[in-house]
């Protein structure tokens, strides 16, 4: 017995999946941009400030030579309902407040200290999707170092839309 609906061949099956998945993406993102790799545009947001964020690193509680700073990142996209972005960190340290060096890590091993003064850490962690609002995207930034180093830090978010750059320093 042959096939008898021309959906059920497994060439058209290809094709309505491949469509189908087209149009998921289209709805998800919320534009009519096409979805292949060679046709996506990218955008990078920034802010125009020099830094997003520099100061101290407070004092961890139980361990009086160690200090963080923690920060939520806000990513608002006016289109996408789910913004689809990376968020790429870079860190600077100084010690006057005035003249600033980026911090550098060695290759291959992700945030490890180098030898440069002062020891810096960081992380940086997707917050769970249930406290975000329509358009938003939330990451948890920490920063590890020496009690009372002065750092700083700036953005660079590379996504599907532009977004806006929210940063708030949390306890």
């Known amino acids: 017995m042959g096939v008898t609906q021309l959906d059920n061949l497994p060439e058209n099956q290809l094709v309505r999946t491949i469509v189908d998945a087209r149009q998921t993406a289209r709805e ?3 534009s009519n941009q096409l979805v292949s790799g060679a046709n996506l545009a990218f955008f990078v947001s920034q802010s125009a400030s020099t830094y997003d964020w520099s100061g101290l690193l407070d004092g961890l509680a139980g361990i009086p030579t160690y200090g963080q700073a923690r920060f939520v990142i806000t990513l608002t996209s006016p289109i996408a309902v789910v913004p689809l972005v ?13 003249t600033w060096g980026e911090y550098t890590y060695r290759r291959g091993l992700n945030d490890q200290y180098n030898g440069i003064a002062p020891e810096l850490r960081r992380s940086l962690e997707v917050l769970p999707g249930i406290e975000n609002g ?3 995207a939330k990451f ?5 170092g020496k009690q009372n180093s002065r750092v700083a830090f700036k953005l660079q978010v590379t996504g599907t839309d532009e977004v806006s750059i929210t940063v708030t320093r949390v306890a």
């Not at 948890?140 to 590890?144: A, E, H, R, T, V």
């Open 28 to 30: 998800l993102k919320g």
């Open 86 to 98: 990376d968020v790429a960190v870079v860190a600077y340290y100084s010690a006057d407040g005035v």
């Open 140 to 144: 948890m930034l920490q920063l590890f």
């Open 134 to 136: 329509p358009g938003e």
